[in-house]
């Protein structure tokens, strides 16, 4: 069974960082491009950022760009997201998320059950 | 990236269909074939429904329908039943490795 399951968020000053995790099983984990998704309380889906499957094309929302990093360990089945100078308008679920697959970035198939970030003094 | 046009809200009684528009632009829908379409209930994690536009994933009811035309990709319920009350988005793929989402669609049954 393929599952996904996201660990680090937790509630964390202005200015500050943190790093989640996902770790993958049930599925050939480097065969895959993987993705990070959030939705803040009450609101609507948000992609954050995607990584292909040897880390070699990775892209990132707008509003992420240069404060957060993607990167993954294929040898652990495992995918990351450094968070750097957050701000209250980061406090969201996050989701991991595996691709459909064929071609390389196609829709987010598999989803975790999220990790709450909250962002707050 | 600007975010995909969905209208907030629709209803529709049991047994009836209705389809939900997503209106994107030259940069997303209209030249990638990578639109999907989101299912989530209140409190649950989003479910796969239509991925490239048209394609279901295994699992997912042939009551789901999905197409596009131009900049505007389509989800039509057929058959509408109670468990289809839930939020709806859809997806592109866009320009630059990039991803949008539209702003979702709440549909009640």
């Known amino acids: 069974e393929v599952q996904l399951v996201e660990s680090g968020g937790g509630l964390v000053q202005p200015g500050r960082s943190l790093r989640l995790s996902c770790a993958a099983s049930g599925f050939t984990f480097d065969n895959y491009a993987m993705h990070w998704v959030r939705q803040a309380p009450g609101k609507g889906l948000e992609w954050v950022s995607t990584?292909?499957?040897?880390?070699?094309?990775?892209g990132y929302a707008a509003s992420v760009k240069g404060r957060f990093t993607i990167s993954r360990d294929n040898a652990k089945n495992s995918l990351f997201l450094q968070m750097n100078s957050l701000t209250t308008e980061d406090t969201a679920l996050y989701y991991c998320?595996?691709?459909?697959?064929?071609?390389?970035?196609?829709?987010?198939?598999?989803w975790g059950q999220g990790t709450m970030v909250t962002v707050s003094s | 990236q600007s975010a995909l046009t969905q209208p907030a809200s629709m209803s529709g009684s049991p047994g009836q269909s209705i389809t939900i528009s997503c209106t994107g632009t030259?940069?997303?829908?209209?030249?990638?074939?990578?639109v999907s379409w989101f299912q989530q209930h209140p409190g649950k994690v989003p479910k796969l429904m239509i991925y490239e536009g048209t394609k279901r994933p295994s699992g997912v009811s042939n009551r789901f329908s999905g197409s596009t035309s131009d900049n505007t990709a389509s989800l039509t319920i057929s058959g509408l039943q109670p468990e289809d009350e839930a939020d709806y988005y859809c997806?592109?793929?866009?320009?630059?490795?990039?991803?949008?989402f539209g702003g979702g669609t709440k549909v009640t049954v």
């Open positions: 998320a595996k691709d459909m697959g064929n071609p390389a970035f196609n829709a987010f198939h598999i």
């Open positions: 997806c592109s793929y866009a320009t630059g490795r990039n991803f949008v």
């Open positions: 990584i292909n499957w040897n880390s070699g094309s990775i």
């Open positions: 030259s940069s997303d829908i209209e030249i990638y074939n990578l």
